[in-house]
């Protein structure tokens, strides 16, 4: 979350006072501190062409500090969020992460699972890069 705190000691008598309190607030109303978050999406199935029906999709960023996520719908599809639902992720290499859904209640039918190597840092081959090119945003997830 984003927070502009404004200290004034003095009057902005002069234009040159008003213009920097103008540029300080458009600057900090642009995303705190200038982070670009461009749109991602795709679809997560298995290797028969089954949509994974429900679970988590993580971006985890190999040379940034912030990572992205996306639920995972019934359909297979997901968008990525950092801040919030669906608003993007930073452009960059990430290793991708697919966790599963919880576990249903019992008496309730439990959905294939997601081989554990998608689960861990350590172990999952799934890497993507976010560009600024939103086109090239849009990653199919193949998972055993």
């Avoid at 002069?14 to 670009?36: I, M, Y």
């Avoid at 992460?97 to 689960?119: C, D, M, N, S, V």
């Amino acid at each position: 979350m984003c927070r502009t705190t404004a200290i004034a000691g003095g009057s902005a008598q002069s234009p040159w006072h008003a213009g920097s309190l103008v540029a300080l607030v458009l600057f900090s109303a642009s995303g705190c501190g200038g982070e670009l978050f461009f749109p991602v999406s795709g679809k997560v199935t298995y290797k028969n062409g089954t949509p994974v029906t429900a679970g988590l999709v993580i971006f985890e960023p190999v040379s940034q500090k912030i990572s992205a996520r996306g639920e995972i719908r019934a359909d297979g599809s997901f968008q990525l969020g950092t801040h919030r639902d669906n608003d993007g992720a930073l452009e960059g290499e990430y290793k991708v992460l697919i966790a599963p859904p919880p576990l249903p209640e019992e008496g309730k039918p439990r959905r294939p699972t997601i081989h554990p190597k998608y689960q861990y840092l350590e172990s999952t081959p799934l890497k993507f890069t976010v560009t600024r090119d939103r086109n090239k945003n849009k990653f199919n997830i193949e998972v055993e």
